[in-house]
Structure formats: structure tokens, C-alpha cells
């Protein structure tokens, strides 16, 4: 079983940058693949990047590359979303969310365990 909390939404103005924390609560020594996705009311939830807990190359979504950092802290079971650059458009529930294995891509079946979310706004 594993639990998913997040932290670190936030409002902030155009070009600012915050950063989300996912905890990941587990009971076996399973290197999870954990991503971010994010959604906005009325659309279709969006990978927006994702790793393995135990390290290995990141994925990101063609939006935010370049402006988004995934990174892991094996010794916390944390994994980080550093977001730069943000936009209006970014302002969406981002949710954080673990799965056995990952296949090429964000494909958000992978993800089989998923925390709360927590709210990012960008004002213009």
C-alpha cells in the first residue's frame, strides 16, 4: 500500500516559482514510479512529469520543459516538483501519484496510488 501527501501549492504572480513536495508513505521496498499530473475543472487530467523514487532519468511533459524540475529524495521517500517560469495557464490541482512501473511516457494508467492534490494559481 502506499499513501501520497502533498504540500507546497500556492498562489504567485506570472514568471514566479514555487516548489511541491510528495511524501510517499509505503510498505514494501518497491522503487515506485512517481509523477505529477495537474488538472483544471472541466478538463482531462495532465501528466506533467514523473520519476522512479530511487532515481533514474526524468520524463516531462513537451509544457513544461525547460520551466519544470522532477527530482527525488530517496532518503526522505520525497519527490519534488520545482516549478520556474509559471504561467497563467499553469494554474491548475496538481497531484501527485505512484505506480509500480512506468512505461515510455506519461501515461497517467500507470498510476495506480494518487494523494489529494494541492492547488497552484499564477495570476497575470
Known amino acids: 500500500q502506499v499513501q501520497l501527501v502533498e504540500s507546497g501549492g500556492g498562489s504567485v504572480q506570472a514568471g514566479g516559482s514555487l516548489r511541491l513536495s510528495c511524501v510517499v508513505s509505503?510498505?514494501?521496498?518497491?522503487?515506485?514510479?512517481v509523477g505529477w499530473s495537474r488538472q483544471v475543472p472541466g478538463k482531462e487530467r495532465e501528466g506533467v512529469a514523473r520519476?522512479?523514487?530511487?532515481?533514474?532519468?526524468?520524463y516531462y511533459a513537451d509544457s513544461v520543459k525547460g520551466r519544470f524540475t522532477i527530482s527525488q529524495d530517496n532518503a526522505k521517500n520525497t519527490v519534488y516538483l520545482q516549478m520556474n517560469s509559471l504561467k497563467p495557464e499553469d494554474t491548475a490541482m496538481y497531484y501527485c501519484?505512484?505506480?509500480?512501473?512506468?512505461?515510455?511516457?506519461?501515461?497517467?494508467?500507470?498510476?495506480?496510488?494518487w494523494g489529494q492534490g494541492t492547488q497552484v494559481t499564477v495570476s497575470s
Open positions: 520519476i522512479y523514487l530511487m532515481g533514474g532519468s526524468p
Open positions: 509505503r510498505s514494501s521496498y518497491h522503487n515506485y514510479c
Open positions: 501519484a505512484a505506480g509500480a512501473f512506468c512505461r515510455g511516457g506519461l501515461m497517467l494508467a500507470d498510476f495506480k496510488y
